[in-house]
């Protein structure tokens, strides 16, 4: 029996807000930027991300060796800047004059940018993922319009608006200068540009792939947390339509400056100063390096700079880049969901059940540091639901009775667990090379779609909750 591959999204919506509290910002020229921080944020202490700039000659992989996000500077990459602001500027005057092809913009509803709305954040919402019925996604009113490079970006309406799409698309052709100077961490890469109005925003998220970030024309905001902040910051399930977003930030902003802390108590760590949190704000010809599975929120800044010489592109607008390129290791990763389960079509309900609880302990078991006892396992299972799955389900006690009332008296035989712990074993080794916390997103996601297979899609919460975290079941 084996698992269809979960697909990679690669390509993410910018998220949007319906609202921006710091219209007033002013950003500090030059190095200054990059230690702005939003206010006194409890007793967070922003992390110092390291600066490098290039050499002649030098590119960004070869200095790129490491698993950290990095700031990266370069006179060659401040040149391309200019040029490609140069070209998406000829391609608006373009536009203008004949029209052009039409592009697919999104726009929120009509509240101007000074107005505050934490709940108006568009985010990322996959349709194809199997959990769309189960937990339908909150709906804003965005709209998906076609228009001119120039309609979109000249467009008069106090509407937050951008758009997302391929380069060539606007007329910027960049792929010679990616090869030779940007140079991708592998041979497989793709680039995006990100045209956007002040307060458009991406909500907070990770990626599974490098991800080189270019800001070419005005300002943006970053928030970076690192793989590690998975432990608190409640993670959408994988079959979820925002699978690898936060459901405590939404507004990363709104969350920095509201505590929930009775659903979310352990997002509370985004406060200590050891979370590792880093805010900062990026300008014209800027790079920033964020390594896969490093959490990050976008927001577009308003400009009130005058000097960016950009005739064309209204001083408001941010245009930007993203380079996102594989990561060996985490391709490799993606075949635990490929692996064959060693189960039966031939057993009954009560025995799948059964071998799903054993197979599923010794799979954590197997890759999973601190599990080897029953305390221990039992204690993963109850992380696994508290920060995923608690707070999107609604118990039904009459059928939890049938989940796994009589599986702990089912005794499975000695040869066909020394199957399981084989299997385990050989499908989580591509995990055993990425750090701990990275292990557990994937161990996660795995048991996610092996108790959708074989229970059902509507138990994964009601199976976990009085199947998998009871310590006496593994004993």
């Not at 307060?199 to 690192?226: C, E, I, M, S």
């Not at 800044?301 to 993203?322: V, W």
Request: charge should be negative.
């Amino acid at each position: 029996m084996e698992f269809a591959m979960k697909t990679i999204w690669m390509l993410y919506l910018l998220a949007a807000t319906l609202g921006v509290t710091d219209t007033n910002l002013i950003l500090p020229p030059g190095w200054e930027r990059h230690s702005d921080i939003l206010g006194n944020i409890g007793s967070c202490e922003p992390a110092s991300l390291t600066s490098i700039h290039l050499r002649d000659g030098q590119r960004i992989q070869d200095v790129v060796v490491d698993d950290e996000p990095k700031i990266i500077h370069s006179d060659t990459i401040q040149k391309l800047v200019v040029n490609w602001r140069k070209e998406l500027s000829n391609a608006i005057e373009l536009s203008r004059n004949s029209g052009g092809d039409e592009l697919t913009g999104v726009y929120t509803r009509a509240l101007p940018h000074s107005a505050t709305h934490s709940d108006g954040v568009f985010f990322n919402h996959d349709k194809s993922l199997p959990m769309i019925d189960l937990y339908p996604s909150k709906t804003f009113e965005h709209i998906e319009v076609n228009m001119s490079l120039y309609e979109i970006v000249r467009s008069n309406e106090s509407f937050l608006r951008y758009w997302a799409g391929n380069l060539d698309d606007i007329g910027v052709r960049l792929e010679s200068d990616i090869l030779h100077t940007l140079q991708p961490k592998s041979d497989v890469w793709a680039a995006r540009g990100w045209l956007a109005s002040p307060g458009v925003k991406a909500a907070l998220h990770y990626d599974v792939f490098h991800n080189t970030l270019v800001q070419v024309h005005g300002y943006k905001r970053v928030w970076l947390l690192p793989p590690q902040a998975q432990g608190f910051l409640y993670l959408y399930p994988s079959l979820h339509p925002r699978y690898r977003q936060s459901q405590v930030c939404e507004d990363i902003k709104d969350q920095l400056s509201k505590r929930n802390s009775s659903k979310f108590p352990r997002a509370e760590a985004i406060y200590n100063k050891d979370s590792q949190l880093s805010v900062l704000t990026l300008a014209p010809g800027d790079i920033l390096y964020i390594p896969p599975f490093w959490f990050h929120a976008v927001e577009t800044l308003e400009s009130r700079s005058t000097d960016e010489g950009s005739a064309g592109i209204p001083l408001e607008l941010s245009f930007s880049i993203n380079i996102w390129s594989e990561d060996a290791h985490l391709v490799s990763a993606e075949n635990i969901f490929k692996a064959p389960i060693p189960f039966e079509d031939t057993w009954t309900e009560e025995k799948t059940r059964r071998a799903l609880i054993v197979y599923s302990g010794m799979l954590v078991q197997a890759v999973i540091p601190g599990t080897t006892s029953s305390t221990e396992l039992t204690s993963f299972f109850k992380d696994f639901l508290h920060l995923r799955l608690q707070n999107l389900n609604s118990e039904r006690e009459e059928v939890l009775s049938r989940l796994c009332a009589d599986e702990t008296d089912l005794v499975l035989d000695m040869d066909l667990k020394s199957k399981f712990i084989e299997r385990a074993t050989q499908t989580v080794k591509p995990l055993l090379e990425l750090d701990p916390a990275i292990r557990v997103v994937y161990v996660q996601d795995l048991l996610e779609e092996m108790i959708a297979h074989f229970v059902g899609l509507e138990e994964i919460h009601d199976f976990t909750k009085y199947c998998l975290c009871d310590s006496e079941v593994f004993l």
